[in-house]
Structure formats: structure tokens, C-alpha cells
């Protein structure tokens, strides 16, 4: 089978990352649609208000789309959390999302906090729409039996579709054909390091095996790491580091694994933008090949 090694090419890139430059683009999750690599990232922004100040916060989605991985559009506003029925208002928290496409519609997967007196963490909700760049029209709930962050949408060769996201651990679960429901209880992922922070998973099938990624802090600061399992629910095998921690003060790593005419690439984030201050992040691209083992 294969093993998985990043080509972090960091000194050759440079010229060409950040990827976008005019706004944060941190967490980004890139799907090829239409012939077209489209980037769904979530969107850093200096907080309005005094309790998120030196934390995280973002308040909507855009979505851009690239034919050569160095020219980006931005297609505006794809969503943003006063106009989800079940997001608390004003509460800054739409976090790392997803976009997949299955029969005729894109789903839009995005954590953020739910309204209701008491109620403490995160919800995953789901948007709809016709096209890659929408409009998208959000659920008037989330997804029941979820609770988390950073949700990765994987649908198998055989069609049938599995989530996973992360909250006290790594969760997996399999969904309804309808996208919006679970068809299964979640289940933690079995089969990963037992020690240390993990959190964004993505997961992708590559010559029938399935790979499961994630930020993972095995020291100070996240890498990111990768298991390798013969089913998309596991349990996994873990294999190691796709790219090692962040030697200039960012503390979180978040990403996705696309490929694009014959060639895999990463996508993941850094503070280049935002040296001190790396809750304002900007998304990065390098290259990504497989070593036979």
C-alpha cells in the first residue's frame, strides 16, 4: 500500500503563499467541482466585540474557486450566522467547514453555537444549494446527535456518506442519503495516538485505502498527522507526521488533502499575515505526494 509524506516546500512557495490576500482564510477545505478547485475556508476577523478580542472570530463563509491553485475569485458571502434559524446572534463562532456535492446538490457542513439559554458548545448545521458558489440555504436545525466541531464530509466509491468531526476526540458517523441526518450512532475513531490535543479531521479514500488526517499536538503547537484504516468508520492505523509544527508561533494547523489534475496538494493555514497575533490566520498550498511503501 502506499504511505503519505507532504513535500512541505515551504522556501519554494513562499512567493506564492498566502493564497489570498485581501481578507484571513484560515481552516480551508478545497473540493473540485466542475473542473474547478473551490476553497471553503472559515474567515478571521478582528472581533467587534470585547470578549473575543484576543480569541477567534468569525461571523460568515466565502468561497473561492481557482483553475490554477494562484488566481483566485472570491464569490462573497456564502452564508453568515444571523441568517441560520439555530445560530445564537451575534456569537462569532462559524468555525471550520465543509462542502460536498451528491445528487444534483452541494451540502455546506459549518460548526457554530446554538441558540438556547444554557446550551454550551457547538452545533453542526448543513446548507443547501444548486451550485458550488451558491446562494446556500441553511437547515432550521442542526444535525441531530452532533455535537462538535469541524465537520469533513467523506462519501465513499460506493456512494454511502460517513462525517467526522472533533470535540473530546475524533467522532465518526454515517449519514442518511438525505445528508442531513445520522444513520448511525457516533463512535470515536479507535486506533489513534491516546495523548495529545486532536481536532480537524479529514478523510479521503486514495487506491482503496481510506486516510484519515488531523491537527495533532504532540509537543507545543499542532502538527499535522495522518492513520490509514480498510474502512471509512476504522478502526485506523496510525503512520505519523504529515507536516511538523509551526517553528514561528502558530499554534493551530487545519486542513484538507485535494487532488487536482494528477497532482495532491495541501491546504492548510499559518498567521503569515498576522505575525502576532495567530487567531488571524491566511491559507497556504503546498504540494503532496505518495511514498510507496
Known amino acids: 500500500f502506499l504511505l503519505l509524506s507532504a513535500a512541505v516546500t515551504i522556501a519554494s512557495t513562499q512567493a506564492?503563499?498566502?493564497?489570498?490576500?485581501?481578507?484571513?482564510?484560515?481552516?480551508?477545505?478545497?473540493?473540485?467541482?466542475?473542473?474547478?478547485?473551490?476553497?471553503?475556508?472559515?474567515?478571521?476577523i478582528p472581533s467587534p466585540i470585547d470578549r473575543l478580542k484576543e480569541w477567534f472570530c468569525m461571523a460568515d463563509y466565502h468561497v473561492f474557486s481557482s483553475t490554477n491553485l494562484t488566481d483566485w475569485t472570491d464569490h462573497g458571502v456564502i452564508l453568515t450566522q444571523n441568517d441560520v434559524p439555530w445560530v445564537q446572534p451575534d456569537?462569532?463562532?462559524?468555525?471550520?467547514?465543509?462542502?460536498?456535492?451528491?445528487?444534483?446538490?452541494?451540502?455546506?457542513?459549518?460548526?457554530?453555537?446554538?441558540?438556547?439559554?444554557?446550551?454550551?458548545?457547538?452545533?453542526?448545521?448543513?446548507?443547501?444549494?444548486?451550485s458550488p458558489e451558491g446562494p446556500f440555504t441553511p437547515e432550521a436545525e442542526p444535525i441531530k446527535g452532533v455535537f462538535g466541531i469541524d465537520p469533513c464530509v467523506l462519501i465513499d466509491t460506493d456512494g454511502e456518506a460517513y462525517m467526522y468531526?472533533?470535540?473530546?476526540?475524533?467522532?465518526?458517523?454515517?449519514?442518511?442519503?438525505?445528508?442531513?441526518?445520522?444513520?448511525?450512532?457516533?463512535?470515536?475513531?479507535?486506533?489513534?495516538?491516546?495523548?495529545?490535543?486532536?481536532?480537524?479531521?479529514?478523510?479521503?479514500?486514495?487506491?482503496?485505502?481510506?486516510?484519515?488526517?488531523?491537527?495533532?499536538?504532540?509537543d507545543k503547537t499542532e502538527t499535522l498527522a495522518y492513520a490509514m484504516g480498510d474502512s471509512p468508520m476504522g478502526p485506523f492505523d496510525f503512520k505519523g507526521i504529515i507536516m511538523d509544527e509551526s517553528p514561528s508561533g502558530c499554534w493551530t494547523n487545519h486542513h484538507s488533502i485535494t487532488e487536482y489534475n494528477g497532482q495532491w496538494y495541501l491546504f492548510y493555514h499559518h498567521n503569515d499575515y498576522s505575525p502576532n497575533f495567530d487567531k488571524n490566520r491566511s491559507a497556504r498550498i503546498d504540494s503532496l505526494f505518495f511514498n510507496a511503501a
Request: proline share 9%; charged share 20%.
Open 91 to 130: 456569537s462569532y463562532s462559524m468555525w471550520a467547514p465543509d462542502c460536498v456535492y451528491k445528487d444534483g446538490k452541494y451540502y455546506f457542513y459549518f460548526p457554530s453555537t446554538p441558540k438556547g439559554e444554557g446550551k454550551r458548545g457547538f452545533s453542526i448545521g448543513v446548507a443547501t444549494a444548486d
Open 165 to 218: 468531526w472533533s470535540g473530546r476526540g475524533l467522532s465518526v458517523a454515517k449519514l442518511k442519503p438525505n445528508m442531513t441526518e445520522l444513520a448511525s450512532e457516533p463512535m470515536q475513531v479507535q486506533g489513534l495516538p491516546s495523548k495529545g490535543f486532536k481536532e480537524g479531521p479529514y478523510a479521503f479514500k486514495h487506491n482503496g485505502k481510506y486516510y484519515l488526517t488531523f491537527p495533532w499536538v504532540q
Open 16 to 44: 506564492q503563499n498566502p493564497v489570498i490576500r485581501n481578507q484571513f482564510t484560515a481552516d480551508p477545505t478545497a473540493r473540485v467541482f466542475n473542473g474547478k478547485v473551490y476553497m471553503y475556508p472559515s474567515h478571521d
